[in-house]
């Protein structure tokens, strides 16, 4: 663990006190020792790069010399959800890079809601990149991760050699809660019933912010244990609970807190889930729960993008078929993405939406084998 502490890359300056015991924290995770992992297994390193509109906490494992591929999270995330792809590919020769997204982990969290439009966020990417050289990059995004890894190919199109984009697909119209609405399937989720239908949670997030951030940080670890399940077969074409949040008066009713979960460890290891937990006490859900509430800014930024947010590099698409939420298996959901993108791949697992730990190994050799293929 030694080692892993001194190869941090603290920015000159004082570092918060929380971040410090973040970063020792993600220190312990990282270390192969602490969970278990072959000693010749690629070492992550945590770093911090300040710039004077924002602060990036990320890990990097491989060759300095090596070709860039960056993962980028989602909610509720951290970094650490890809040390299973970024120890692969690192090992592969690729250098791999991992940042927490404003608001999360080790990153810094402004206060502002309108602090986390997808303008600012990749602003964020953009300023990292440079940092890190500017090389035309592989972009491999999960969940929220794939809207800014969608957005920057749009408006930084020079920034990447190919897309990878995980559970979420890619909007050129903005990803806002108009768009997605008008993409529900309504053989499942009626208008008069469910108006919003599996997006109902985040008109909550939009009418009940401080409720609902309030709803999550009542108990952390459960709520991210419940949250972290693997999806079932049993799901699909079923009516998911989160289209009913708004009826509830919130995603757990009355009791306004998560029920009492242990963590699945088939999902994360132990000291990794520990790190996210401890990362949201330390941050809260206010600045993560934010994204969902500036659909005026991403759309307007969406419109800034060159031949309306068309994609010309290759894109890679992975579906999670047991996936309630964001599934484009048999609904008209991924019809935007397939006009807007000139070559796109789409692919799928059986899986929920937690591919980048539910299939650790599938999912690498799904991008791994769509990288050779297009000679990336």
């Known amino acids: 663990m030694t080692a892993v502490l001194q190869s941090i890359d603290v920015a000159v300056g004082p570092m918060p ?4 015991i973040l970063l020792r924290m993600s220190a312990d995770a990282i270390s192969s020792a602490a969970w278990g992992a072959p000693s010749s297994a690629p070492t992550l390193v945590s770093r911090i790069f300040n710039t004077p509109r924002h602060t990036t906490h990320y890990l990097e494992c491989g060759p300095a010399d090596g070709p860039l591929m960056f993962f980028l999270h989602g909610f509720p995330s951290i970094s650490l959800i ?18 927490d997204l404003r608001g999360f982990g080790g990153s810094s969290a402004p206060a502002a809601k309108d602090a986390y439009s997808i303008k600012e966020i990749v602003a964020d990417m953009t300023e990292l990149h440079d940092h890190l050289g500017g090389k035309p990059a592989i972009w491999v995004g999960h969940d929220w991760g794939s809207i800014v890894a969608g957005a920057l190919a749009a408006h930084e199109p020079e920034r990447s050699r190919g897309v990878v984009l995980a ?28 108006p919003d239908g599996q997006w109902d949670y985040v008109r909550y997030y939009m009418t009940n912010f401080d409720g609902a951030v309030a709803d999550l940080e009542a108990d952390h670890a459960a709520y991210l244990a419940s949250a972290y399940q693997p999806g079932s077969p049993d799901v699909v074409g079923k009516v998911s609970p989160m289209s009913i949040v708004t009826r509830n008066g919130g995603r757990f009713g009355a009791a306004h807190r998560a029920p009492p979960t242990k963590p699945n460890p088939a999902l994360w290891l132990p000291a990794d889930f520990e790190v996210l937990v401890q990362s ?6 206010r600045g993560p729960c934010a994204l969902y509430t500036n659909d005026d800014a991403n759309i307007a930024y969406a419109r800034e993008a060159a031949n ?27 019809d935007p993405m397939r006009a807007a993108c000139t070559d796109l791949t789409v692919t799928s697992l059986p899986a929920g939406h937690w591919l980048p730990l539910e299939c650790k190994a599938e999912l690498i050799q799904v991008i791994r084998s769509w990288l050779q293929s297009k000679k990336l």
């Open 17 to 20: 006190d929380r971040r410090s």
């Open 82 to 99: 890809w040390r299973a792809q970024m120890e692969a590919f690192a090992g592969g020769g690729w250098r791999c890079v991992a940042p």
């Open 167 to 194: 559970s979420w697909a890619y909007f050129p119209e903005a990803n806002s809660l108009p768009t997605l609405v008008s993409l529900v399937d309504r053989t499942i989720y009626p208008a008069d019933q469910y």
């Open 280 to 285: 949201f006490k330390a941050h809260g859900f």
């Open 308 to 334: 309306g947010g068309r994609l010309s590099q290759p894109i890679l698409f992975v579906n999670g078929d047991f996936d309630q939420i964001c599934t484009i298996a048999g609904n008209r959901q991924g």
